[in-house]
């Protein structure tokens, strides 16, 4: 009998195998934000923002947008090679670069209910966030009628409302971290 049909175990085999590898890369395409520039060529942005139970629960536990971004800042940052992580898997390895940790940033702050935004600029990646109050004495981006504040990721112990570092023409799409999309901000202003 294992003469006669033998030939199709290497099938039966590697079928699960292959089904397993198209929903992996399904799940990865899913993360894919395509962002086009006048101009120039595509370019993709993998996003990881997400709301678990796990993250629920810390972004419970620290409450406020200051105590989110210092446990972020107070990640070690490390460079890599790969697509931006899981935010569980930032804070389980405890390290990450600036899209690991602006996607766990996020990730904290859309779990208690903060509209954010992640920014890309040239090689970097960064958080703006909603407060729905102005901070005296702190700049901000607005756009698209709303005040956002800078939320930098990979400085450690930096505040809500970090100085801006780039200028508007250097920003390269704003993402919307849970729809997973570019944001159309029209005017950018920085004041």
């Known amino acids: 009998m294992l003469k006669k049909y033998g030939h199709f175990f290497p099938i039966v085999v590697m ?7 198209m ?7 899913s993360k894919q934000v395509t962002i086009t520039k006048e101009n120039k060529s595509p370019s ?6 997400e709301i678990t139970p796990e993250i629920r629960a810390l972004a419970n536990k620290l409450k406020t947008v200051q105590a989110c971004l210092d446990y972020v800042t107070n990640i070690p940052y490390k460079i890599h090679n790969y697509h931006a992580r899981k935010p569980i898997d930032t804070i389980t390895r405890n390290y990450g670069d600036c899209d690991d940790k602006s996607n766990l940033l996020s990730s904290l702050l859309s779990s208690l209910g903060y509209q954010n935004y992640i920014v890309l600029v040239p090689k970097h990646a960064f958080v703006i966030v909603d407060l729905k109050e102005e901070l005296p004495h702190k700049k901000a981006l607005r756009f698209n009628e709303k005040i956002f504040y800078v939320l930098e990721s990979t400085a450690k112990d930096s505040e809500v409302g970090f100085e801006l570092q780039y200028t508007r023409e250097e920003i390269e799409a704003v993402i919307d971290p849970l729809a997973k999309a570019v944001v159309q901000t029209g005017r950018i202003n920085y004041y």
Request: glycine share 0%; proline share 5%.
């Open 15 to 21: 079928f699960p195998i292959f089904i397993y590898i």
């Open 23 to 29: 929903y992996v890369n399904l799940i990865e395409v």
């Open 44 to 49: 993709f942005y993998f996003t990881s923002v």
